[in-house]
């Protein structure tokens, strides 16, 4: 089994940056790629960003250039980096583990594993 916590979220005006941790404990060896997604109200989850355990990493196109996500093994924690947040990058985002990469390492298909989730609110 594996426990993932997140930190890091809060409200931020438009322009402004954010980090966000996600520490992962338990079986750590199921921690393999890991992966943030958020969701919006109304909307369904969406992967932002994932990282393999080379640390290949992708990005959806909405955020590509603003977000970095990178890892820290020793620690089992991954973080995302958010800068030139926008109003619409307000979601409840979660980190995911456990899940596989697939189209080349392109995509990741979520694990089992997540996240109890941290809010981010963008303000215009």
């Known amino acids: 089994q594996v426990q993932l916590v997140e930190s890091g979220g809060g409200l931020v005006q438009a322009g402004g940056s954010l980090r966000l941790a996600c520490a992962g404990s338990g079986s750590t060896f199921d921690i393999n790629v890991m992966g943030w997604y958020r969701q919006a109200p109304g909307k369904q989850r969406e992967l932002v960003a994932h990282?393999?355990?080379?640390?290949?990493?992708n990005y959806a196109d909405s955020v590509k250039g603003r977000f970095t996500i990178s890892r820290d093994k020793a620690k089992n924690t991954v973080y995302l980096q958010m800068n030139s947040l926008k109003p619409e990058d307000t979601a409840v985002y979660y980190c995911?583990?456990?899940?596989?990469?697939?189209?080349?390492?392109?995509?990741?298909?979520?694990?089992?594993?997540w996240g109890q989730g941290t809010q981010v609110t963008v303000s215009s």
């Open positions: 990282i393999s355990s080379g640390g290949n990493t």
């Open positions: 995911n583990a456990g899940g596989r990469l697939y189209a080349q390492d392109t995509m990741y298909a979520p694990g089992s594993y």
